[in-house]
């Protein structure tokens, strides 16, 4: 059985302390621009999310029935290059498949429960879709198909980026939602082990969360009635 252990920056050289802080400041500068699901679209006040857009002099239009398709997962890049050498592609299927279920029930039941917006399967029926999809998806100590037993210990489970595109039935873009957190560390500064199921709870926390925030910012807009008594 092996240990994650946390490595003091404390006795690091110099010089390898300056290139890690030179490599770090170049990738914030040659950060990718925000992947805008129509060039129109210009910002609005965000409520509780990084970033919301609107197509210029709209407001959010009213939703009734609501379709939302299943959510689109993709891992950042730095853990796909970090991890490399050990996901297989079976790990990268169950994420991506774990992941997506994770945020469609907590899209689901949440603006079921805390908005009186009808949901329903079939896309035709809808005045409104929703399309969401988990970006940059970063788990620090991911569970992984490989043989021994490695024990990781986090404060965090990770981050994510969460990007929710709203469409007429006629594929026309009409707002876009954008927020990227780190999952809470519930236990104040502890390290936590952490395994799949763990990062599970906590991933699943932030993305209710999300969902709550999506809520509010849409009964605030009065783009969804309120929930019934």
Same mark, same amino acid.
């Given at each position: 059985?092996?240990?994650?252990?946390?490595?003091?920056?404390?006795?690091?050289?110099?010089?390898?302390?300056?290139?890690?802080?030179?490599?770090?400041?170049?990738?914030?500068?040659?950060?990718?621009?925000?992947?805008?699901?129509?060039?129109?679209?210009?910002?609005?006040?965000?409520?509780?999310?990084?970033?919301?857009?609107?197509?210029?002099?709209?407001?959010?239009?009213?939703?009734?029935?609501?379709?939302? &398709?299943?959510?689109?997962?993709?891992?950042?890049?730095?853990?796909?290059?970090?991890?490399?050498?050990?996901?297989?592609?079976?790990?990268?299927?169950?994420?991506?498949?774990?992941?997506?279920?994770?945020?469609?029930?907590?899209?689901?039941?949440?603006?079921?429960?805390?908005?009186?917006?009808?949901?329903?399967?079939?896309?035709?029926?809808?005045?409104?879709?929703?399309?969401?999809?988990?970006?940059?998806?970063?788990?620090?100590?991911?569970?992984?198909?490989?043989?021994?037993?490695?024990?990781?210990?986090?404060?965090?489970?990770?981050?994510?980026?969460?990007?929710?595109?709203?469409?007429?039935?006629?594929?026309?873009?009409?707002?876009?939602?954008?927020?990227?957190?780190?999952?809470?560390?519930?236990?104040?500064?502890?390290? &936590?082990?952490?395994?799949?199921?763990?990062?599970?709870?906590?991933?699943?926390?932030?993305?209710?969360?999300?969902?709550?925030?999506?809520?509010?910012?849409?009964?605030?807009?009065?783009?969804?009635? &309120?929930?019934? &008594?």
């Amino acid at each position: 059985m092996t240990h994650q252990r946390v490595i003091s920056l404390r006795f690091w050289p110099r010089a390898a302390l300056l290139a890690i802080a030179t490599l770090w400041l170049a990738a914030c500068a040659q950060q990718s621009p925000l992947p805008l699901a129509d060039d129109s679209l210009r910002p609005a006040q965000p409520g509780n999310f990084d970033h919301v857009f609107l197509p210029p002099g709209e407001r959010l239009p009213r939703i009734t029935t609501l379709y939302i &398709e299943p959510t689109q997962v993709a891992l950042s890049d730095y853990w796909l290059r970090d991890r490399r050498a050990d996901y297989t592609q079976r790990d990268l299927d169950r994420i991506y498949e774990d992941y997506g279920r994770f945020l469609d029930e907590a899209l689901r039941e949440g603006l079921s429960e805390q908005t009186g917006v009808t949901l329903t399967e079939s896309r035709e029926e809808a005045d409104m879709i929703f399309r969401p999809t988990l970006r940059n998806l970063n788990i620090y100590a991911p569970d992984l198909s490989r043989p021994g037993i490695t024990r990781y210990y986090t404060r965090e489970a990770g981050n994510a980026t969460f990007d929710l595109v709203l469409e007429d039935p006629n594929g026309k873009v009409l707002a876009q939602f954008i927020d990227h957190r780190e999952t809470q560390n519930l236990t104040g500064q502890a390290m &936590e082990w952490t395994n799949r199921v763990t990062n599970y709870r906590h991933f699943s926390r932030l993305m209710d969360r999300w969902t709550r925030n999506l809520s509010v910012y849409l009964l605030i807009a009065g783009a969804v009635p &309120e929930p019934a &008594e």
